[in-house]
Each structure stands twice: as structure tokens, then as C-alpha cells.
């Protein structure tokens, strides 16, 4: 009597595949490191067998003396060679995956989201690397388009924690909560758990976020946007600084101007971390963004940078510039304040500069009677 055995099922063609690649890398790893064995043993080597075995090394002479140091100091020198190779791969794999990381918390904006044109850019303070402690984010929800621009104390690696900690919470505050203050209370608490719980790690005898503790210095500054479908803003403020508005307008004779104007929103709560917000939490209402108008967010690392003469970086003026020549295209805006800010500084920023411009793409709304446009420090 036959019998028929099932088929031992084959191996799914995926995980074959991964399989056969994580064996290549690691493979291609073991012989990395047996070359960066074998080369200072090899060195190590020449350098034994001459002075045991070369009878050049056994005279006492001042050439032998001169031979035998110039041998030493070239094994000497390929070992410091070798090592510092190492070091920089080193360095430039923990620059790809810290660089890796923050892409994976500031994800890349889509270029539109809900009718808004949007961009988006940031600058690092640290030479040669990608991470700040800037943040932003912006996500249409059943509540209107919000968006959130906010600056850690700090930057670098030892910020992308705290970064996390707000753009997570804020990524789901902004679809479940009705109101944007409630968001900012999601945020306030995700913010005070994550001091708590860096302080239990990094600093256990300061009893988990006491005021002694180093972390309790911590804090970020957040500035919260809603903008319905008809263009209304409304704004919460957390330390951080205000927009502007961004115009262009032809007058007569087909001369353009452009226009940057601070949106007036009065005086900012205190940033998260060090001080409980209050119980009162009034949202700022700054008018209608009209069809074809922009808002620029950004962080103090714009206004603060200085040139070697100690100026501050104009930036309603480069403002102005960017939208003169032509409508207020968001990339446009960016590459042009970010090349201005790079002559006023002659290199890279004391402090991290991060950009955000949105421009209003929806069809035109008539403003109705009694409505304002989004307020400005010029009217």
C-alpha cells in the first residue's frame, strides 16, 4: 500500500531571500573584521622579523639607528592611519542611522495636503550632520489642517528623544481631539512623561524629574495651527515664535512687491516642561488665510543667527525678497531665506534653523461681513 506523505512546504520565496541577504551581510561583515585584523598583525609582524632577524637592525651604528626608527615610525604610522580609517567609518555609519532615524520622526512632507501647498527645510547646527532638535508636522483631520512647529532645548542626538515624545503624541492628539487645546494638553502630559522617565534612566538619585534634577531644565517651545477649510487660523502658542504672512501683490506699472508680515497673536504661553501650563488655555483666532497667501513657521535659530559683526539675520526682509519676483511658491521661499541666512553667517548657524511655509491653494472664499484677514504687525 502506497501512501501519500504531504509535501514538506517550501520555504516562502521572501524569506528566502532575506534570509540569503542577512547571511551576505554578515559574511561581508567577519571579513571586514579579519582585514582590520590582519593588517596590523601583518604590520606588527614586518616590524618583529626586522628588528629580530634584518642584520641592519643589530648594528649599532647612526645609519642602522636611522634605518630602524624610519622602519618604526612607517608600521607607526599606517597603524594610526588604519585606526582612524576605522574611526570615520565608524562615525559616518552612526551619522547614516542617526540621520536615518530623525527622516523616520520628520518624515518628508507631501508637496500638498488638503488644498495647502506646503514645504519644508531645516538646517543643523552640528557641522557635517543632519540632526537638530527642531520638529514639525502637518496633518489634515476632521477638524481642519493642523500643524505643529516646535524647538527643543538643544540639539543633536541628545534631542531626537524628546522630538519623538511630542511629534508622537501630537500625531495622534490631532486626529482624536475636537479642540486644539486639548491637543496641547496631550502634548503637555506626553512632554512630562518623558522628563519623568529620562530622569529615572539618566539620573536616578534625582528621584524622577525633581527640580534639582539636570533633565528638569529641559523644555520645548510649540507653536499649534488649525486652518479650517475656509481659512480661518486659529493658534496656540507655547514660547515659540510667531508666523508671518506671506504676500505678493503687482501694483501699477506690473511692479511686484512682496510682502512678510508678523502675525499679531499676542503674548505666548510658557514653553513645555519647566511650568504647568494654565487652566485657562484661550486660543488665538488670527483671521482668514486668503487664496494665493502663505504662512512661514520657524524657529529662533533663523532670527537669533548673526553675522560676524554681531547683526541679527533681517529675516522680514529676506521675506520680502524671496515673494517680490514672483507668487508665494513654498520651496522657492525656503531655498531662497536658507542661501541668504548661509551669506549673513558665513557658514552654519549657532543653533538649528528649521522653515515651514504653507500657502493657501483652495478656491477663493469672499471674506463676509464683519471677518478679518489673518492679523499682521502692520495693521
Known amino acids: 500500500m502506497i501512501r501519500n506523505h504531504p509535501r514538506k512546504p517550501s520555504r516562502p520565496p521572501r524569506t528566502f531571500f532575506r534570509s540569503r541577504l ?3 551581510r554578515s559574511r561581508s561583515l567577519r ?3 579579519a582585514l582590520d585584523l ?6 606588527g609582524a614586518v616590524a618583529i622579523t626586522f628588528k629580530l632577524s634584518c ?6 651604528g647612526l645609519g642602522a639607528r636611522i634605518a630602524s626608527s624610519a622602519v618604526f615610525f612607517a608600521v607607526g604610522t599606517g597603524l594610526i592611519l588604519h585606526v582612524r580609517r576605522g574611526l570615520q567609518r565608524e562615525l559616518r555609519q552612526l551619522r547614516r542611522i542617526a540621520g536615518a532615524a ?5 518624515r518628508p512632507l507631501p508637496p500638498r495636503i488638503d488644498g495647502l501647498a506646503i514645504a519644508a527645510g531645516q538646517l543643523s547646527a552640528d557641522r557635517g550632520a543632519t540632526v537638530g532638535g527642531d520638529l514639525y508636522e502637518v496633518i489634515a483631520t476632521d477638524h481642519g489642517v493642523r500643524v505643529v512647529m516646535g524647538d527643543v532645548r538643544g540639539h543633536g542626538l541628545g534631542a531626537l528623544a524628546t522630538v519623538a515624545a511630542v511629534l508622537g503624541s501630537f500625531r495622534e492628539a490631532a486626529h482624536d481631539e475636537a479642540e486644539l487645546a486639548c491637543v496641547l494638553r496631550r502634548l503637555e502630559r506626553a512632554m512630562a512623561r518623558h522628563l519623568r522617565e529620562r530622569s529615572r534612566d539618566e539620573h536616578p538619585a534625582a528621584g524622577g524629574g525633581e527640580p534639582g534634577s539636570p533633565v528638569a531644565e529641559e ?4 507653536l499649534l495651527l488649525e486652518i479650517r477649510q475656509d481659512g480661518e487660523v486659529l493658534a496656540l502658542n ?5 508666523p508671518y504672512l506671506l504676500r505678493s501683490h503687482v501694483g501699477p506699472a506690473d511692479v511686484a512687491r512682496g510682502y512678510a508680515e508678523l502675525v499679531v497673536g499676542g503674548e505666548p504661553l510658557p514653553p513645555l516642561g519647566p511650568f504647568p501650563l494654565p487652566a485657562e488655555l484661550p486660543v488665538v483666532a488670527c483671521g482668514r488665510l486668503l487664496p494665493g497667501e502663505g504662512l512661514l513657521l520657524h524657529t529662533d535659530g533663523i532670527e537669533d543667527a548673526r553675522d560676524a559683526r554681531g547683526r541679527f539675520f533681517p529675516l522680514p526682509a529676506a521675506l520680502a525678497e524671496a515673494v517680490r519676483v514672483q507668487p508665494v511658491v513654498p520651496q522657492a521661499v525656503i531655498r531662497a531665506v536658507y542661501a541668504q541666512l548661509l551669506r549673513h553667517t558665513g557658514g552654519l548657524p549657532d543653533d538649528d534653523a528649521a522653515l515651514l511655509v504653507l500657502r493657501n491653494d483652495r478656491r477663493r472664499v469672499p471674506l463676509q461681513h464683519g471677518e478679518h484677514r489673518v492679523h499682521s504687525a502692520a495693521k
Not at 642584520?55 to 649599532?60: I, S, V, W
Not at 523644555?219 to 510649540?222: A, C, I, N
Not at 507655547?238 to 510667531?242: A, I, K, S, T
Request: net charge positive.
Open 38 to 43: 590582519a593588517l596590523p598583525t601583518a604590520w
Open 22 to 24: 542577512a547571511h551576505s
Open 238 to 242: 507655547c514660547g515659540h515664535p510667531w
Open 219 to 222: 523644555f520645548v517651545t510649540v
Open 55 to 60: 642584520p641592519l637592525a643589530q648594528q649599532t
Open 102 to 106: 530623525q527622516n523616520v520622526l520628520l
Open 31 to 33: 571579513v571586514r573584521r
